[in-house]
């Protein structure tokens, strides 16, 4: 079970801990001025692993006023590693091995870390030391076609029991154009099926797996009543198509990090606002354990 969360608050240019029984925070790591979005942690190295989308470009001749602004097209992706203490940081892929870094996943089992790559239109991956970068899944190869929203790659998650990669393709801004989709790992880049499983979703952003229960989660930052919300459903067979969507939770503020706890049966759900609530799938009831300021992008469980 947790004790603790780490998340990403770019605005801050921080990493926080969190404990989950009290909601009190420590600023882990700091300094953190790319763009962090993506987190994960390797119990065994006792490592954290996270990407950053890289600076974005501001519009020219006019004031910042929005996220909309922001161009993030830049080839300036980069993944970082620190220790579980916060220090010993270091680049596994420096900045412009990718264009934009989303959510980050492992493959212990395997020693790879795979992760969006947003305006990149792509899933990547590598070996826990940086080397072997390849690309798992390719969306789309020309300039225009990465420029098309609902090509470009947000969240992901892998099953290493079964050799099968799921991600998500969130589309325009609370455009209802979202996908779910999955791949086998085990073929050739080139030859793999790939298998939509959701779609007409408001904006499907970070999702996880949990085999025990047979459950796929994710986040949604569209628009209410469906999107800000967390979201459940059956882990279709091979084949089959994605079936009936639960709600579990909503009225988020532009829902973004998710991270389950297996052994508590407790969602925890970050936001823009600067907010985490911890949610009982089983029972039902949420709270709000975190709220600062600056806003949150990915989360992870220790």
Not at 20 to 28: D, H, I, R, Y
Not at 108 to 133: H, P
Not at 234 to 248: H, K, L, N, S, Y
Request: net charge negative; hydrophobic share 35%.
């Amino acid at each position: 079970m947790f004790t603790h969360l780490l998340a990403l608050n770019p605005l801050e240019q921080e990493m926080l801990k969190i404990d989950v029984e009290s909601g009190e925070a420590t600023v882990l790591i700091r300094g953190l001025d790319a763009a962090p979005d993506g987190i994960v942690v390797d119990p065994q190295q006792q490592h954290i692993y996270w990407t950053n989308m890289g600076a974005p470009g501001l519009p020219e001749g006019r004031a910042y006023k929005t996220d909309l602004d922001l161009d993030f097209y830049r080839k300036n992706g980069s993944l970082e590693r620190a220790d579980f203490d916060g220090g010993g940081r270091a680049y596994l892929l420096a900045e412009g091995s990718f264009v934009t870094g989303k959510q980050l996943g492992g493959a212990w089992s395997s020693g790879r870390l795979y992760w969006s790559d947003r305006e990149g239109t792509a899933v990547r991956s590598a070996r826990l030391d940086g080397t072997d970068l390849r690309d798992e899944v390719v969306v789309a190869t020309t300039d225009a076609d990465r420029r098309v929203v609902r090509n470009q790659c947000v969240g992901v998650a892998v099953d290493e029991e079964n050799g099968l990669l799921y991600w998500t393709q969130k589309g325009p801004s609370k455009g209802n154009d979202g996908r779910i989709f999955r791949t086998s790992l085990s073929a050739p880049v080139s030859e793999r099926a790939i298998e939509l499983l959701w779609s007409g979703l408001p904006e499907p952003i970070d999702l996880e797996v949990d085999l025990g229960s047979n459950t796929i989660y994710w986040t949604d930052r569209g628009a209410r009543p469906r999107g800000n919300t967390l979201n459940m459903a059956r882990v279709p067979a091979v084949g089959e198509p994605g079936g009936e969507v639960t709600v579990v939770s909503g009225n988020f503020h532009d829902a973004i990090g998710l991270a389950i706890d297996k052994d508590t049966g407790i969602a925890y759900v970050g936001d823009m606002s600067g907010e985490i609530r911890a949610i009982d799938i089983y029972h039902g009831g949420d709270h709000i354990l975190f709220k600062g300021a600056g806003s949150l992008t990915g989360i992870v469980g220790v």
